[in-house]
């Protein structure tokens, strides 16, 4: 997508489906547009195709499927790579439990010679690797953030029990790449349940200046030779206000020294708002 102009291109056959012969000059291709699957050309010529998409309100996740015609007989549909388009406003959420793929969410491996993530018993499955750290990424479609408030983000994961803990971090950028996920919203933290489908909750937060795009994106990165991590969602909203007083500091509870059942809790008072503002 480039300017408001979506091309899907493909290459021409060079045999029949059993190798029997084709003539690539009299083929023709049905282009079918999706999420919505609506046919945009029924008997397209050539190795391209084109149309006007502008760029929706809010995210959307277009993909195109190509099939081929030749002496009335149709290929198997070929399918091209998944363009998002637009952001959305907060709440958002992906429950790994209620989809069939992980075409909503951009799957980065970064390391191909290890395992990446699947979807898999309800949940975005890591496998194990013997002698490769995890790098693997879950990133979010664009979410449209404004200034004045701070958006929580809220991760559910798990490890293969309590032996074998992992380590999980988050991130938002401007695009979705690993690249780009240079912001921290929750610091390397170790994952460790009782069992594969105990969940633990890790939160983070983001505030902004300005009106801006971001991805958010969920890292794996444990050491080598660990076990198998899973995350069953990721969400984000609109947490509080930004003008919010800060957190108190310097919280103390102390136990009644004549040993009766009380405590003594004692705090200091915040002096600036959540944006370190006076």
């Known amino acids: 997508w480039k300017a408001g102009t979506m091309t899907v291109s493909w290459t021409t056959p060079d045999g029949s489906e059993n190798g029997g012969y084709i003539d690539p000059a009299a083929l023709s291709y049905k282009v079918t547009r999706y999420p919505d699957n609506i046919v945009v050309a029924g008997a397209a010529t050539g190795n391209s195709f084109s149309e006007s998409i502008a760029e929706p309100a809010e995210a959307a996740t277009y993909y195109y499927t190509v099939e081929a015609t030749y002496d009335r007989k149709t290929s198997a549909p070929g399918t091209s790579n998944r363009v998002v388009l637009g952001a959305s406003a907060p709440p958002y959420s992906i429950d790994f439990s209620k989809v069939d793929n992980l075409d909503d ?38 979410l449209r953030l404004v200034p004045g ?21 988050v991130k938002c950028g401007s695009t979705n790449t690993a690249e780009a996920m240079t912001e921290e919203v929750i610091g390397r933290t170790k994952v460790s349940t009782a069992a594969a489908n105990a969940w633990q909750t890790l939160t983070g937060y983001i505030s ?49 020294a004549e040993g009766a059942r009380s405590v003594e809790i004692s705090l200091k008072a915040p002096t600036v708002d959540y944006d370190g503002n006076t």
Request: aromatic share 8%.
């Open 105 to 142: 969410v951009t799957v980065i491996n970064v390391d191909p010679g290890s395992k990446g993530f699947t979807l898999s018993g309800g949940c975005a499955y890591l496998g194990d690797d013997r002698m490769l750290e995890k790098d693997d990424w879950l990133i979010t479609t664009p």
């Open 149 to 169: 408030t701070v958006y929580a983000v809220t991760v559910l994961a798990s490890s293969q029990g309590e032996r074998y803990p992992e380590y999980v971090e």
């Open 208 to 256: 902004t200046d300005t009106e801006r795009t971001v991805f958010v994106g969920v890292h794996a990165c444990s050491p080598a030779d660990v076990y198998n991590l899973r995350v069953a969602s990721i969400s984000g909203s609109g947490a509080f206000a930004s003008s919010a007083p800060g957190a108190p500091s310097d919280c103390t509870v102390t136990p009644d």
